[in-house]
């Protein structure tokens, strides 16, 4: 009965349904996590297309990441059917690419430009400043630069800027035109400059994108909310969603404040919130509650746990452990008791379906952390025990050791050869041999774990695209390492806080749950209140995560940049750690008692 009266929107709460149905114009969801953003904005989708006419390829919907875009083009697929396939679904760097694709052109670029990965833009700047190091300071620089504020083209950046980067910044642009190359934050930087500049091109892709969604809002940056501004001036149909309290990138250049502005932006926009989690037993929901509301900035935050099935009440546990060592083995034992004790014995049993039967497997498991060096314990734990594991950063897939030589015998490979119909996964695979056949034996000997780590990593996102190699070079252009991750992999996740936006596991680790570490800052260095906020809201968003089972722990004692001091715990969980929602437990030995000489001399 509730399909025949609702259609496409049967899948959804009473809420959603109000969200996914607001016929015209802006529209502005607010809505903590697990609260169905991502599925509600899918199915308002999915309405407009099957029951209110909207032509699917007047559809644009905007994702956070790559990963994020596959996994709405396939829940559009099944949602809709045949016509998904006109509906863009896309990042902001991705929509730029296509727009610089089809108008290279206006911009003054050959037809074939390509896109400069990490290492290539870091030799242009080394080239342009002579300095390998200057190179290595200047590119995450002049790319915040860039990405936070106003001049979008090599002219309009001169002279305004004061400072190294932009001093660089008009002769590195030069230096990449000549060899017919963009950046990654040309992707954004050029279109918004096109559409900026060009009113005929404005009103064309106006046209064309008449309906927008845009997931993740809180995340936007200055130019992405550019180029927002241009495709969707006034009372356009655009759907922002989002929850300030999960915004966590400001150190890329986003900015929360063109969440909060969307209504001075759009005065016609009505705000509907969402206020019931799905995701998460009670006293996740509630824990996560505590520890973002002294920083919270949605005033009237409403979140409700809708779960009551046998694994909604689990409490969220703190575990103290002497040092890193001890706390892999706390992760790695508390695995081993989830899995039902006897993985650590049977590991060819094969992986356990978390949701049919309830048990688990490794695949249902995430280990989050603040810092990369931190997944260095839990790994080595991990692969003592013979815990399958893949560990995934937001860092872009090109930085990653031996994936760009891979991309360029891949693109060099497809245009010598013609297209054969071998599935990617084998090219890939060729190509990482192509390239480690021209090395010399001690060049091989140097890169070859690395290149076989690349191979490891590529390999979910080449089966993804089968034969379409071009496709597949895009993604792992644009595309974070995150994006790798492969959802059916009987493997545990490994994680940085960062790259686990969006995403949900039945059972979640975070760790290194300290002062410092939780927030991070320098020992010693204060942070800012916005900096102090953020990593608050970065507690808040890997808590969230968890469905069943979540655990924060700390250890006593840590080794950091080789030295080991004693760690306090993190701030943000002083008011969990005496509630009815959090159980503690201990492996640490007591810290020895200072004797009152001993506070004397402190
Ligand atoms: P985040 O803020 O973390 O991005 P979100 O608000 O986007 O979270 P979703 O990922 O869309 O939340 O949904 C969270 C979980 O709740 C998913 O497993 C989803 O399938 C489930 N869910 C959402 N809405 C409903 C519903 N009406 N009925 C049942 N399950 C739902
Ligand atoms: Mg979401």
Avoid at 310 to 323: G, M, P, V, W
Avoid at 349 to 369: H, M, Q
Avoid at 378 to 407: M, N, W, Y
Wanted: with cysteine; charged share 30%.
């Amino acid at each position: 009965a509730d399909t025949a009266d609702h259609g496409i929107l049967a899948g959804l709460d009473s809420e959603q349904r109000a969200a996914a149905s607001v016929p015209e114009g802006p529209l502005l969801i607010v809505a903590g996590p697990g609260t169905g953003k991502t599925r509600t904005v899918t199915h308002r989708i999915a309405h407009l297309v099957l029951e209110r006419e909207v032509p699917a390829r007047e559809c644009l919907a905007i994702t956070f990441t790559r990963r994020a875009a596959q996994e709405m083009t396939e829940r559009l697929d099944t949602l809709v059917g045949a016509p998904a396939r006109d509906i863009t679904v896309a990042t902001f760097h991705s929509l730029g690419l296509s727009v610089l694709r089809e108008k290279p052109e206006l911009l003054e670029l050959p037809a074939d430009f390509g896109v400069a990965d990490a290492a290539e833009q870091h030799r242009v700047l080394a080239e342009v400043t002579g300095d390998e190091r200057a190179a290595r300071r200047l590119r995450p620089a002049i790319s915040r630069d860039r990405r936070a504020s106003a001049p979008a083209t090599p002219d309009s950046a001169e002279g305004d800027r004061d400072g190294e980067a932009g001093d660089v910044l008009p002769r590195y642009l030069a230096a990449l035109r000549e060899r017919g190359l963009v950046d990654y934050d040309d992707l954004l930087a050029l279109p918004v400059h096109l559409l900026e500049s060009d009113a005929r091109v404005r009103e064309e892709y106006r046209q064309r994108f008449r309906w927008i969604t845009v997931d993740e809002y809180q995340d936007v940056d200055d130019l992405q909310y550019r180029m927002l501004r241009l495709l969707a001036p006034g009372e356009a149909n655009l759907t922002a969603i989002g929850d300030p309290d999960q915004a966590i990138y400001a150190f890329r250049g986003a900015d929360v404040r063109f969440f909060l502005r969307f209504t001075q932006d759009y005065p016609r926009a009505p705000v509907v919130s969402l206020t019931r989690n799905y995701r998460s037993g009670t006293h996740i929901v509630a824990g996560a509650l505590r520890a973002i509301r002294p920083g919270t900035l949605v005033a009237d935050r409403d979140l409700r746990a809708m779960r009551d099935d046998a694994n909604a009440t689990q409490r969220i546990q703190l575990h103290r452990a002497a040092d890193e060592r001890a706390e892999a083995a706390y992760v790695a034992r508390t695995i081993d008791q989830l899995l039902g004790g006897t993985s650590l014995h049977s590991l060819d049993s094969g992986r356990v379906e978390g949701d049919g039967d309830g048990r688990l497997g490794f695949g249902d498991i995430a280990v989050l952390y603040r810092t990369d060096a931190q997944s260095r314990a839990v790994l080595d734990e991990l692969a003592r025990c013979g815990f399958p594991a893949q560990k995934r950063s937001h860092d872009p897939l090109t930085a990653r050791g031996g994936v760009e030589h891979i991309l360029r015998e891949l693109t060099r490979a497809s245009t010598t050869v013609p297209s054969d119909g071998v599935a990617v996964v084998e090219r890939v695979r060729g190509a990482a041999e192509a390239f480690l056949a021209t090395l010399s034996e001690s060049d091989r000997a140097e890169h070859a774990a690395a290149v076989h780590g690349a191979v490891e990593l590529l390999t979910p996102l080449a089966e993804r695209y089968g034969t379409d190699v071009a496709g597949f070079c895009h993604e792992v252009l644009l595309g974070a390492e995150v994006d790798a991750v492969d959802p059916r992999a009987d493997a545990v996740s490994l994680l940085t806080l960062h790259a686990a936006k969006g995403l949900e596991f039945p059972v979640v680790f975070v760790v290194g749950c300290e002062d410092s570490l939780l927030p991070l800052r320098w020992p010693g260095t204060e942070l800012s209140d916005d900096a102090l906020a953020e990593e608050r809201r970065l507690c808040f968003v890997g808590m969230t995560r968890a469905r069943d089972h979540l655990y924060l722990t700390r250890a006593v004692r840590r080794t950091r940049h080789g030295e080991a001091r004693d760690t306090r715990p993190s701030p943000f969980l002083n008011e969990l750690r005496d509630s009815s929602e959090a159980i503690t437990s201990d492996t640490a030995p007591a810290r020895p008692r200072r004797s009152a000489h001993q506070l004397s001399l402190l």
